[in-house]
């Protein structure tokens, strides 16, 4: 039976708006997880260290490792990043962030330079796609 699950885990914060973090979709022995939409921002939805996109990047990383740990997976689950800058420019401060956590053979990846995210001052949004096991349900 397939299931799909909507989840915030309350170990990271909270979504902006009324969204999940990420939808669930056990299949048996493997859940695909499908990440919202990260940005840097705090539980009040402020952006954190504007205009810093290795801060960002950083801080976006943890967010995207705290919702994988909530489900039992980590960096190494991951299958497909998607990423929107709003200046590619700064694109290499960027990939320095994501080689330190994805060594090759690094996952499927998707950049898009955009003209503005909905926060003032948040340089980068970043999607993910993982594949975790199920974990035995007691």
């Known amino acids: 039976m397939i299931m799909v699950i909507l989840d915030s885990p309350p170990s990271v914060v909270r979504p902006a708006g009324p969204y999940s973090h990420v ?16 940005i840097a921002a705090d539980d009040d939805g402020a952006v954190v260290h504007p205009g810093d996109m290795e801060a960002q990047a950083r801080y976006i990383f943890d967010v995207i490792h705290g919702i994988l740990a909530a489900h039992g997976g980590g960096f190494e689950h991951v299958a497909h ?28 990846s998707t950049t898009v330079e955009i003209a503005r995210l909905f926060r003032a001052g948040a340089l980068l949004e970043v999607e993910v796609t993982a594949a975790v096991p199920v974990r035995a349900r007691g």
């Open 23 to 38: 939808a669930r979709v056990d299949t048996g022995d493997v859940a695909l997880l499908f990440l919202a939409g990260q």
């Open 81 to 108: 990043i998607r990423t929107f800058v709003t200046d590619l420019g700064l694109l290499p401060q960027y990939g320095k962030v994501r080689r330190e956590l994805f060594p090759e053979p690094a996952p499927a």
